[in-house]
């Protein structure tokens, strides 16, 4: 069984800090992907990363895959209020796993004006 | 496209009812799961179906039972409610492709809860 184990669980911020959120496992994943979801609504997807030490932007966010395709980290540069939300991992085992996704345990992130 | 839908959005169930939560994309996906969200849990994968007629357990799969006759539809199925099935159920589909990493749409969510 592979695990992900994501961390820190709650992060509470002022706007404009920055932050990191990481996402670890002792397995190897085919890709890894995160989520972010708002309160009374589904997962939504952000970003995919596939190869080892990947690194992609998407506006203030940055997400790295690590070289041994174990572990990502999601950074958040100068935080707004409209970050707040519950941010999620999930691993992709690859082969036979015919897309059964490993889910992080999610980090709620709230970001105070 | 609506995507996927869910329903119903909220559900109370008493202990030993059964029920059926509905799920229906529109996006011909091959591949669809279901999970249930609980808090400091994230996201675990009760079951999940890789096309019409085929389906596999995930890593929660007691209590509960699944069919896929069509590609579009894939209801869960509680067979007798148990307050441990309290929870926040999530429907998704997914495709394969060379580009896709088998990425998630969810749908809304049900909140089901068994007294």
Known sequence: TQLLEQSPQFLSIQEG?????????????????WYRQEPGE???LLVTVVTGGEVKKLKRLTFQFGDARKDSS???????PGDTGLYLCAGDGGGTSYGKLTFGQGTILTVHP | NAGVTQTPKFQVLK????????????????????YRQDPGMGLRLIHYSVGAGITD???????????????EDFPLRLLSAAPSQTSVYFCASSYSSVTSSYEQYFGPGTRLTVT
């Open chain 1, 42 to 44: 589904g997962p939504v």
């Open chain 2, 57 to 71: 357990q995930g890593e929660v799969p007691n209590g509960y039972n699944v069919s896929r006759s069509t590609t």
């Open chain 2, 15 to 34: 202990t030993g009812q059964s029920m059926t939560l509905q799920c229906a994309q529109d996006m011909n996906h091959e591949y669809m799961s279901w």
């Open chain 1, 17 to 33: 800090e920055n932050l990191t959120v990481y996402c670890n496992s002792s397995s190897v994943f085919s890709s890894l992907q």
């Open chain 1, 74 to 80: 999601l950074h958040i540069t100068a935080a707004q």
